[in-house]
């Protein structure tokens, strides 16, 4: 698969996540890689980028509460 898509989808969800949370890009890139979840959006392209952004954003947010609870 071409990392292209995959970064290309991780900007998309970076994009969507700054916007549903009134975020800096800056400070949600931040978070997506620090925290994991640009790995976790890597590794499961092929099912998370057929998805809407509405069911991204909460897809993400259960993947950060599930993981630093």
């Known amino acids: 698969m071409p990392t292209d898509n995959i970064s290309y989808f991780i900007a998309f969800c970076i ?3 700054k916007t ?3 975020l800096e890009g800056a400070e949600v890139a931040k978070l997506f890689f620090d925290k994991g979840v640009a790995e976790y959006l890597a ?3 092929e099912i998370l980028h057929t ?3 509405q069911w991204l954003i909460e897809e993400i ?3 950060l509460n ?3 609870r």
């Open 15 to 17: 994009e969507q996540y």
């Open 20 to 22: 549903a949370k009134g």
């Open 43 to 45: 590794d499961n392209y």
């Open 51 to 53: 998805q809407s952004h």
């Open 61 to 63: 947010d259960d993947f």
């Open 66 to 68: 599930n993981r630093f």
